[in-house]
C-alpha cells in the first residue's frame, strides 16, 4: 500500500529520489512521514488474532439435521443440515457462503472486517479486543517495519457501538441459541447462523420461504451489510453467478464442498426495492464498468505552500502517455482509515480502492491523472492502482471472493479501455515493481505479498494460466496449486515466529536442487551478500504464480531458471507441479558482451531532454545479466520521462528518447535492459 509501515513516506511513493529522479521544490515532500495510524482518526484498523484451530464439526451442533449423505465432507452436510432447519436453499446457502470466504473458515481466525467462519459472521469488537496489542515490527527483507499496528485508533467500549454490519454474529446468536463462541470456532455452528440470518431476513421483508432460490434475491443482497442499492444488487448477482455455473472446492481444512450447477435460475431483482438501500446515481466522474458498484471520492489536487501540493498529478493520458501497468495492492488498513488517508492531500493517492466485504470501490483519481502509489515514477506515469483492503502478513485476514470478482471486472474493463494485455508482464503486485537505484530496493513495497491467490484471481479475468509448450518449449509459467502449496513463512506476526499454514501462490528458489541447500542471494536487497529468508516480505527468493522464467536445468524433481543474475532452482514435482511448460520470446546478451545492465526504469537518451529539463540519470541496478543467460521478454518500450513538478499542469513534459527498452522477469520484480544490449529469440532454441 502506498504510505503502509512497509515505506511510510509520502515521498517514496511518488519517488522523489535522490538522484535528481523525481526533482521536488518544497521540502515538504522529503520530510513527511505519514503512517497509516497517525494520518486517520476515528476508524478502525481490525487486528488479526492468532487463533487456536477452530473446533471439529463431526457432529451435527444441538438442534441439527444431519444429512442423509453419508460420504459427503463433515462441512458439506452441516450447509445440508442447516439449509433443512432453517428452510433456506441449500444452494442460496452455499452462493452466499463462497461469496464470503470460499467455504473455508480460516482457522478460527477473523477476516478484514471481523468476519469469522464460512459464513463470515461478523463481530468485529472480539476482533479487535482480543488482538494482541504489540508494537510494529517483524523480520523482513529491508531491515524495516512491514506489520502494520494493530492497536485502533478509535475506542470502542462495546459492541453496540459498532454499525450493524461488524456484528452480525449477535444476531446470529440470539436467532439460533448457540454461543458466539461457537458461531467463531465451529464450521457447522456458523453456517447455522448464517442460514438463520438469511430464513429471518426472508420473514422479515415479508417473502416466503420458498424452496425455489431465485425467490431469495433481496435477502441475499442484504446479507453483505452493503450501503448503497448498487453495491448490494453486485453481490447478489455474484451469488446467482455462482449458483447458475456452480463451484467446488476443497478448503484449507481439506473439506471438499460442492455446489452443483443451476442454470436456469432467474432471480427476481425487483426485490432489491423492499430493502429500502439509497438508490445513488453513479457520479459522472467515475469510470468503471456497469457491472460493479463504484462510487466517486476525490483524492484532493491541492496546493499547500512552499511550492508543494498534493497529493497526485494532472495528465492526460493516454494521449500525453500510454498506459501499460494496472499494479494491484493491498490497503495495509480498514476501508475507512484508507479511504481518510486517500484525501488527506500531504498524502500518496492511487486510482481505486476495493472493500472486502462486498466488493464495492471507490475511486479517487480519473485515469488520466498520474497517481502517487508505485515507489516507481517511471511505473507511476504508465499505470493505474488499485487497492485492495487486507494485509499482507495476515494469510487468514482473507480476501473475499466479492473482492476478487469486483476487482477482476475492473481490471478487464480498463485493460480492454488502454489495450493493456492480461499477463504477468502488465498486471503486476506492487511487489513486483522494481526500484529505481541500488539505494531504493531495500525501500520498495511487497504487497499484496505471497498469499494473494493470482491463479484465481487472473481465471477471473479469463486469462488462467495454462501449459502452452512441453519441455522443450524453454520457459515455465510459475503455477504451484494454490490450495495445497503451503511452503513455510515467518514474521507475520513476530520475528522468527512461522506463520499460520496456508496457500500461497509463491515457489521458494534455492541454490542447488534440494531442501536443505541455501536460498539464492539477492544483492540489491542484501549488499553484504547475505542469503535470502523465508521472512513473508522476503522476495529475494520468490517467483510468484504467473510469472514466466527461462528455463536454466532440470534434475529430478527439480527445475532451474535463470533468476537475478544465477541459477535458482524450485521443486516442480511432475505428479505435482509447481509450474507449467511455456514458449515465448527471451532476451539474452548480444555475441561479445560478457555482462549488460539492468535498470529499474526505462528512461531516455541525455541527448533527448529539452532546456529548462534536468536530464535524470539512468542508475544501472546491482544485478548482473551475464552471457549464456536468458530472460522472459515482457514488453517493448522506448525511453520516456514525465517532468511533473509544478501545480500549474501547464508546465509538464513528456520526455521521449529514440532509446529502445525491453522490460525482462529478472528476478521477483520485473526490471529494463537496453536493446542495444541484447538480442531476442525464442526461449525453445
Known amino acids: 500500500m502506498p504510505g503502509s509501515a512497509q515505506d511510510s513516506t509520502r515521498d517514496a511513493d511518488r519517488d522523489t529520489g535522490g538522484d535528481g529522479d523525481r526533482p521536488v521544490p518544497g521540502p515538504s515532500r522529503r520530510t513527511a512521514l505519514r503512517t497509516a495510524g497517525a494520518a486517520a482518526s476515528a476508524a478502525l484498523l481490525l487486528p488479526i488474532v492468532s487463533a487456536a484451530p477452530a473446533a471439529r464439526a463431526d457432529q451435527p451442533p444441538s438442534g441439527g439435521t444431519p444429512s442423509p449423505d453419508a460420504s459427503a465432507t463433515t462441512l ?134 420458498s424452496e425455489d432460490p431465485a425467490d431469495w434475491y433481496a435477502a441475499v443482497a442484504a446479507y453483505c451489510g452493503a450501503d448503497s442499492a448498487a453495491a448490494a444488487a453486485v453481490f447478489a448477482d455474484d451469488v446467482y453467478d455462482v449458483i447458475r455455473g456452480g463451484a467446488a472446492r476443497t478448503t484449507g481444512d481439506g473439506e471438499r464442498v460442492t455446489l452443483d450447477a443451476a442454470p436456469d435460475v432467474a432471480p427476481d431483482r425487483r426485490q432489491l426495492r423492499s430493502l429500502g438501500l439509497p438508490d445513488r446515481k453513479r457520479d459522472p466522474h467515475v469510470e468503471a464498468p456497469d ?56 498524502y500518496v493517492s492511487w486510482q481505486y480502492t476495493l472493500r472486502s466485504s462486498d466488493g464495492h470501490i471507490a475511486q479517487h483519481v480519473p485515469l488520466k491523472d498520474v497517481a502517487w502509489h508505485a515507489g516507481n515514477w517511471y511505473v507511476n506515469a504508465k499505470s493505474i492502482g488499485l487497492e485492495h483492503e487486507g494485509f499482507l502478513t495476515a494469510p487468514d485476514a482473507w480476501y473475499t471472493e466479492a473482492m476478487y470478482r469486483s476487482s477482476a471486472r475492473l481490471v478487464k474493463w480498463i485493460a480492454r479501455r488502454y489495450g493493456i494485455p492480461l499477463d504477468r508482464q502488465h498486471i503486476l503486485g506492487h511487489d513486483n515493481v522494481p526500484g529505481t537505484t541500488a539505494g531504493t530496493i531495500k525501500g520498495m513495497h511487497t504487497d499484496p505479498g505471497p498469499y494473494w491467490d493470482w491463479a484465481h484471481y487472473f481465471s477471473l479475468l479469463g486469462a488462467p494460466f495454462h501449459s502452452t509448450a512441453g519441455a522443450s518449449g524453454g520457459l515455465v509459467t510459475i503455477r504451484p496449486d494454490y490450495e495445497r502449496h503451503e511452503p513455510v513463512y515467518t514474521g507475520c506476526d513476530q520475528a522468527g515466529q512461522e506463520c499460520a499454514p496456508h496457500g500461497s501462490s509463491a515457489v521458494r528458489l534455492h541454490t542447488a536442487p534440494s531442501d536443505d541447500a541455501p536460498l539464492v542471494k539477492d544483492i ?42 544465477q541459477q535458482a532452482w524450485f521443486r516442480n514435482p511432475r505428479k505435482r507441479p509447481t509450474a507449467v511448460g511455456a514458449k515465448g520470446l527471451v532476451i539474452t546478451p548480444k555475441p561479445g558482451l560478457a555482462e549488460v545492465p539492468v535498470y529499474g526504469r526505462a528512461y531516455p537518451e541525455k541527448e533527448a531532454y529539452p532546456e529548462g529539463v534536468p536530464v535524470q540519470a539512468v542508475s544501472p541496478l546491482p544485478y548482473k545479466l551475464l552471457a549464456g543467460q536468458r530472460y522472459a521478454l515482457g514488453l517493448k518500450t522506448q525511453g520516456e520521462y514525465l517532468w511533473a513538478t509544478t501545480f500549474d499542469e501547464s508546465g509538464h513534459i513528456v520526455v521521449r528518447g529514440q532509446e529502445v527498452y525491453y522490460q525482462i522477469q529478472f528476478g521477483h520484480r520485473v526490471a529494463f535492459v537496453r536493446a542495444a544490449d541484447v538480442r531476442v529469440r525464442r526461449s525453445g532454441r
Open 76 to 209: 458439506q452436510r452441516a450447509f445440508a443440515a442447516a439449509a433443512k432447519e432453517h428452510r433456506v436453499p441449500l444452494s442460496v446457502l452455499l452462493g452466499v457462503s463462497y461469496l464470503q470466504s470460499r467455504w473455508d473458515g480460516h482457522r478460527g481466525a477473523p477476516s478484514v472486517t471481523g468476519g469469522y467462519g464460512p459464513m463470515h459472521l461478523t463481530d468485529a469488537f472480539t476482533a479487535l479486543s482480543s488482538a494482541p496489542h504489540h508494537s510494529q515490527g517483524t523480520e523482513d527483507a529491508r531491515g524495516d517495519q512491514a506489520r502494520p499496528l494493530r492497536v485502533p485508533e478509535a475506542s470502542v467500549s462495546e459492541p453496540r457501538q459498532l454499525p450493524a454490519r461488524l456484528r452480525t454474529l449477535d444476531r446470529a446468536a440470539e436467532l439460533t441459541g448457540l454461543s458466539a463462541a461457537a458461531l467463531r470456532g465451529d464450521a457447522a455452528a456458523n453456517v447455522r447462523g448464517g442460514a438463520a440470518l438469511l430464513a429471518a431476513e426472508q420473514k422479515r421483508l415479508g417473502l416466503s420461504t
Open 291 to 346: 457491472n460493479v458498484s463504484c462510487e466517486w471520492i476525490p483524492a484532493p489536487y491541492e496546493q499547500f505552500g512552499d511550492n508543494d501540493y498534493g497529493n497526485h498529478d494532472l495528465g492526460n493520458r493516454p494521449l500525453s502517455q500510454s498506459i501499460d501497468y494496472i499494479v494491484i495492492h493491498d490497503t495495509e488498513g480498514s476501508w475507512d482509515t484508507t479511504i481518510k488517508l486517500v484525501q488527506d492531500p500531504t
Open 524 to 565: 540489491g536487497l542484501r549488499p553484504d551478500g547475505a542469503d535470502s529468508t523465508t521472512g513473508v516480505n522476503d522476495t529475494g527468493a520468490r517467483a510468484t504464480t504467473g510469472q514466466q522464467f527461462a528455463v536454466a536445468g532440470r534434475q529430478g524433481d527439480w527445475t532451474a531458471i535463470w533468476y537475478l543474475g
